[in-house]
């Protein structure tokens, strides 16, 4: 196996409440893998605004127990950075908030989370807490910009137009204090995972929220950073774009051209695995096939086989 450089990725880092500002706060979850994300909570005059409601019922818990310890105020908006279940899951814990979504994000939350077997496979450490999870839909949507007022404080909610990590992508910015929180936009040193997104528009959204005047990004997964973080992940979803319509165009499959792309740096990247779904969407693009959903239990195997593979996408 070819030595792969590991400089620059960090094995671990601060997780918990974390203030990035005053009453500003990242709640930062270990490991950033699948299902394990971030939060945010942004306490104001009178109320507190929460970002993301992580998955299952322990960690929300752990969430509300950290929100309570910092403020007495009640959360009286939660915001859904997009509909997966690891930002949503949580959301009943939030009863007495409004919660606020992009419209796309409601709807395409609607139907429920996916087949619990299919979870408790791909998540198999969460297995029991599943069939403990119920859908709590967003109460307030928007289509384009929303912005909410604090006082001095305004928390702008940002959506990329047109599907990117997924089809209702929101994005927090606080300009006053240039803090971003991404959502799954930006997973910073964790894969990024496409399965429901469009990675060419995907990398568009990268490159604009680039172009924010922000000096810390809270990302959906992975530890807090900068923009230099978040354009390592840009790069990332760039390469493996230009390397799969080249094997595309040469026949290859999404498998076969999983197996064959170099990633370099990204091999070491926490599941690497997810290139093939993310090469299976580029695919999707390149055939205009995006509207089509892709078969999770195809792509669960699938990285299930990658990951036994002796590659350069499962170092460990
Ligand atoms: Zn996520
Ligand atoms: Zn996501």
């Not at 967003?138 to 289509?143: L, N």
């Not at 404080?153 to 204090?177: C, F, N, S």
């Not at 319509?245 to 792309?261: L, N, P, Q, V």
Request: some cysteine; proline content about 6%; aromatic content about 8%.
């Amino acid at each position: 196996m070819r030595k792969v450089p590991t400089r620059g990725i960090p094995e671990t880092w601060k997780t918990g409440l974390i203030e990035v500002a005053p009453k500003v706060f990242a709640f930062v979850q270990p490991t950033g893998e699948t299902g394990i994300s971030n939060a945010g909570l942004i306490v104001g005059s009178e109320a507190a605004v929460a970002v993301d409601a992580l998955m299952v019922p322990s960690m929300t818990r752990r969430f509300v127990t950290a929100i309570k310890k910092a403020t007495r105020k009640p959360v009286a908006q939660l915001i859904n950075t997009h509909h997966h279940l690891d930002h949503t899951g949580g959301n009943r814990f939030f009863r007495s908030a409004a919660i606020i979504s992009h419209v796309r994000c409601r709807e395409a939350l609607a139907p429920g989370f996916p087949p619990l077997p299919l979870l408790q496979r791909f998540m198999p450490r969460f297995a029991k807490e599943f069939p403990l999870m119920k859908v709590v839909l967003p109460t307030v949507t928007f289509e384009d910009r929303l912005v909410i007022h604090d006082g001095q404080r305004e928390i702008q909610l940002w959506h990329p137009g047109g599907m990117a990590h997924t089809i209702g992508d929101a994005a927090v910015y606080l300009p006053k204090e240039k803090i971003l929180f991404t959502g799954d936009i930006a997973f910073h040193y964790v894969t990024p995972l496409a399965f429901q997104g469009h990675v060419g528009n995907w990398i568009k959204a990268a490159d604009r929220l680039l172009a924010f005047e922000a000096n810390v990004l809270v990302p959906g997964h992975g530890p807090i950073g900068t923009k230099a973080d978040l354009k390592k992940m840009r790069d990332y979803l760039a390469l493996v774009r230009r390397e799969a319509k080249r094997r595309f165009d040469a026949g290859m499959s999404a498998e076969e051209a999983a197996r064959d792309i170099r990633l370099g740096i990204y091999a070491r990247w926490r599941e690497a695995e997810r290139i093939l779904p993310n090469i299976m969407r580029c695919y999707q693009e390149f055939r205009n096939e995006l509207h089509q959903p892709l078969d999770l239990r195809a792509m669960i195997e699938g990285m299930e086989r990658l990951r036994g593979a002796a590659s350069d996408h499962t170092c460990v």
